[in-house]
């Protein structure tokens, strides 16, 4: 079975850094689009970062120059780190993974979240 585990959220003050990590086990034979969302208390989720298996890269126009994506390939593990954090950035951070399980299809795939708090 395919889990995506999210982890390094927090408590942080503001203008601080945080790098989440997000490992996926299982039976995974090939991993395609990664990325991070997050959601808000009273709001929908919303789109963080992207990353493609080439490693291409997509940011909400909020994030950019703020937060950076990347992936390890060999470990099968994202990260985000984020830096100059507001309290606004405050939510739930997802983990998304579209990949294919070892004699199955495509699919998308979700970690639990992890909370990450922006507060002095």
């Known amino acids: 079975q395919v889990q995506l585990v999210e982890s390094g959220g927090g408590l942080v003050q503001p203008g601080g850094s945080l790098r989440l990590s997000c490992a996926a086990s299982?039976?995974?034979?090939?991993?395609?689009?990664m990325g991070w969302y997050r959601q808000a208390p009273g709001k929908q989720r919303e789109l963080v970062a992207t990353i493609t298996s080439g490693g291409s890269t997509n940011y909400a126009d909020s994030m950019k120059g703020r937060f950076t994506i990347s992936r390890d390939n060999a470990k099968n593990t994202l990260y985000l780190q984020m830096n100059t954090l507001k309290p606004e950035d405050t939510a739930v951070y997802y983990c998304?993974?579209?990949?294919?399980?070892?004699?199955?299809?495509?699919?998308?795939?979700w970690g639990q979240g992890t909370q990450v708090t922006v507060s002095s």
């Open positions: 299982g039976n995974i034979f090939s991993i395609n689009a």
């Open positions: 998304y993974a579209r990949l294919m399980p070892y004699g199955s299809s495509w699919s998308d795939y």
